[in-house]
């Protein structure tokens, strides 16, 4: 991770003005589905719409298969974190929290999963913050 051509990641052109666009699009669509239909919204988010997404737009750019595969698995370590975000937040809301502090104390909770997870990983070989 220390070795991120940071030129490259910053620079932007066409390509990436409809990539911008088109993702963008997609969430909105499925934020203004949740103003009528909570359930249905709330499937589209479960659906992995920003990996998928990325996945596109990295065949697009004719990245090799092994990078999109490393992409994808590593994507399944990193979601297993944020899961139980998704019971506690609405159990604090339930319970009278407001949703700022509720927001806030979950992002710190999940930051705390997401490193009891990486350090559990390397422990059986899987070390999500080495180099590729």
Request: charged share 15%; proline share 5%.
């Amino acid at each position: 991770m220390d070795k991120i051509p940071w030129d490259k990641v910053l620079s932007f052109g066409p390509k990436d003005a409809v990539k911008l666009f088109i993702t963008a699009a997609v969430i909105l669509l499925v934020t203004k589905i949740q103003l009528f239909n909570e359930k249905l919204s709330a499937l589209l988010i479960a659906l992995p719409l920003t990996s998928l997404v990325a996945m596109v737009w990295m065949q697009a750019e004719k990245q090799e298969s092994e990078g999109i595969a490393k992409h994808a698995e590593s994507t399944f370590w990193f979601v297993l974190p944020t899961l139980p975000m998704f019971l506690i937040l609405p159990w604090m809301l339930r319970k009278g929290w407001n949703f700022w502090a509720a927001l806030g104390v979950n992002c710190l909770l999940t930051v705390g999963f997401f490193w009891l997870t990486v350090v559990i990983l390397r422990r059986f070989g899987l070390d999500l913050m080495g180099p590729n």
